[in-house]
């Protein structure tokens, strides 16, 4: 760079006030340095030149100019930036050579999407998503252009997904089915534990599939309820009961409701955080977690130490993703509460089934049956920003 080069012809200055003897030194000679400007200049033009032939010549493809045309449609429009995707000509314009590379991989998908007969106003949306894939995972996009349902799905929802799926992810996604009974948990989980009938169909439709690998999901939680059966030590429920009856007339009240044996957060307004756990005898981990963000570093440790240590067996349904950010987005809608995204890494073998979403029902879940199940804690950390656990565990069937 020239800027190196000119650094190393100058005379450093000395670090501390106190001169120091120079001697030996050549003075530096300014015309020495024109040759490298004059370089270093033709350099600057060429890298131009490179970026504005860039942009031409992906306008001129016919394959790379519907991904620019669908990019120019929407990039002025208040949309989440998964939705967009990468800038391609950003990209090239750093790595130029790669335009070829990429406009082969466009050509590829649009002729994919002509075999498979989709419209040829569709295909600039399809390049984006699939262009999009094969740039932040190359191995995905390879098994994702094999199968029909695969391209489908990143064609309709690919800001959805996860770009950095893994290839067990990709299997149970082939395999994943739209059925009536899925289709019923996922838009009324809640109310699924009042009918034994559906809890039946539920289980018996999860049991008829197995992951046929090790693969790694993540769930939105929006309460601590399944801590609650872990009891404080009375020495840490006493601090914390103090500094609850001590910030209570300081803090604005925030609704919560105690919990139920289901795990589940009654619907009732009446109670809130500090008079429930004023009106506690003997609190529980949930508690603990629920005050994170009011308790002093001390206690925060002690909090993030148990959770470690605890292990949570469950046999409930559990709806989970294959995408963090989708956690992530959901959890915002949550921010009156502490919540947790929890990360979890099933083991093959594993009962469940990946959910394929609609336009009418965008999520796409990954189910995992009401078996028992137990969940052990690798690592715990608080954002006390978010107020929200990120917990990571591994699962094993009981």
């Known amino acids: 760079m020239l800027v190196t080069r000119i650094a190393s012809k100058v005379i450093k200055l000395p670090s501390v006030l106190k001169p120091k003897k120079v001697t030996n030194t050549a003075p530096v000679s300014i015309p020495s340095l024109k040759p490298e400007l004059a370089r270093d200049t033709v350099e600057l033009k ?8 860039v942009q031409k010549y992906a306008e001129q493809s016919p394959y790379l100019s519907a991904y620019i045309k669908f990019y120019d449609n929407y990039k002025n429009v208040n949309f989440n930036l998964d939705f967009l995707g990468v800038n391609l000509i950003k990209i090239l314009e750093k790595e130029p050579q790669r335009i070829k590379e990429f406009e082969c991989i466009a050509k590829e998908i649009s002729e994919r999407m002509q075999q498979l007969k989709y419209s040829e106003a569709s295909r600039p949306y399809a390049v984006k998503n699939l262009l999009d894939l094969y740039y932040h995972n190359p191995e995905a996009f390879k098994q994702v252009m094999k199968s029909e349902k695969l391209i489908d799905l990143f064609y309709i929802n690919g800001y959805q997904l996860n770009r950095n799926i893994s290839l067990n992810a990709l299997k149970e996604m082939k395999k994943g089915s739209s059925d009536d009974v899925l289709a019923y948990y996922v838009a009324n989980s809640d109310n699924v534990y009042n009918s034994p009938e559906t809890i039946k169909q539920l289980s018996e439709f999860l049991s008829k599939n197995t992951t046929e690998g090790v ?24 601090e914390i009961k103090l500094i609850n009856k001590i910030l209570k007339p300081f803090t604005k009240k925030a609704d919560f409701s105690g919990y139920t044996y289901s795990y589940m957060m009654s619907d009732s307004k009446e109670t ?37 240590e605890t292990k949570i067996v469950d046999d409930r349904f559990k709806s989970t993703t294959f995408n963090p950010a989708f956690v992530d987005r959901w959890l915002k809608n949550c921010n009156f509460q502490t919540t947790i995204q929890h990360n979890i890494n099933i083991p093959a073998g594993t009962q469940g089934r990946y959910v394929i979403g609609d336009t009418c029902n965008p999520q796409h879940e990954f189910i995992i049956n009401n078996v028992p199940k137990e969940f052990s804690f690798t690592n715990v950390v608080y954002d006390a920003n978010r107020n929200r656990f990120i917990l990571d565990s591994n699962m094993r069937v009981l």
């Open 215 to 238: 693969i790694n999901v993540t769930r939105a939680v929006k309460h601590a309820g399944a801590f609650n059966q872990v009891e404080l030590p009375k020495s840490m429920g006493k």
């Open 46 to 53: 060429n890298t131009v030149a490179k970026i504005f032939d």
């Open 272 to 308: 809130n955080l500090f008079d429930y756990i004023n009106g506690k005898k003997t609190l529980s981990l949930a508690d603990a977690m629920q005050m994170m963000k009011f308790l002093p570093s001390h206690l925060r440790k002690k909090v993030l130490e148990m959770i470690k």
